[in-house]
């Protein structure tokens, strides 16, 4: 009788300590997602960046004037790939009033080749410690942030597709924002090839 009181208490102590240890677990991931304020209807994060001839750019102000779309970004093969199609987007909604900034990972050197190289339109900064992912609350790479004007997030689209679907989409969303036609970015870039 004694070995089944005490297995039985034992047991009891484990499915408690288990029970608090998963509402603990629950708990701080729950308290993460609430602490998270860079989500779509937010306010965008108060951001300042210096580009490449040190010029700070603000993207408070850049969204009193219109639209913002910021890419956190990187030069890997699969970002490369998709850069086309941003840059795409870029060229076709800039004159409707889209603002474009890439900040990417590498060193200022190696963006710098980069950007000669790809012909890069849209405005773009360097940050190697990654503090932008950190204020704008991610740690996908590459992420796009469509700020409406006045500074309200509209999107979010985190992940690397060089297909050019994610582009698309943005584009969608972006044509909604101006209030005119999409411009379909995958079927642009593959008449320019």
């Given at each position: 009788m004694r070995w089944f009181l005490r297995n039985t208490l034992a047991l009891a102590v484990l499915t408690i300590t288990v029970g608090l240890q998963a509402a603990d677990s629950k708990t701080e991931t729950k308290a993460e997602e609430e602490k998270k304020t860079v989500v779509i209807g937010a306010q965008a994060p108060d951001f300042k960046i210096q580009d490449s001839?040190?010029?700070?750019?603000?993207?408070?102000?850049?969204?009193e004037q219109g639209p913002v779309l910021v890419r956190l970004t990187c030069g890997c093969a699969g970002c490369d790939k998709e850069l086309t199609y941003f840059q795409t987007l870029h060229d076709e909604y800039v004159g409707q009033g889209l603002t474009s900034?890439?900040?990417?990972?590498?060193?200022?050197?190696?963006?710098?080749?980069?950007?000669?190289?790809?012909?890069?339109?849209m405005l773009y900064a360097v940050d190697t410690k990654g503090t932008s992912?950190?204020?704008?609350?991610?740690k996908v790479m590459p992420t796009n942030f469509l700020i409406e004007k006045g500074g309200k997030i509209r999107s979010i689209a985190a992940g690397c597709d060089p297909s050019g679907l994610l582009a698309n989409k943005v584009s969608e969303k972006v044509a909604e924002l101006l209030k005119t036609e999409q411009v379909d970015v995958q079927q642009k870039v593959a008449e320019k090839k």
């Open positions: 001839q040190g010029k700070v750019i603000d993207l408070a102000q850049l969204t900034l890439a900040i990417f990972r590498e060193p200022d050197k190696k963006v710098e080749t980069y950007v000669k190289q790809k012909k890069l339109k992912w950190n204020i704008f609350q991610t």
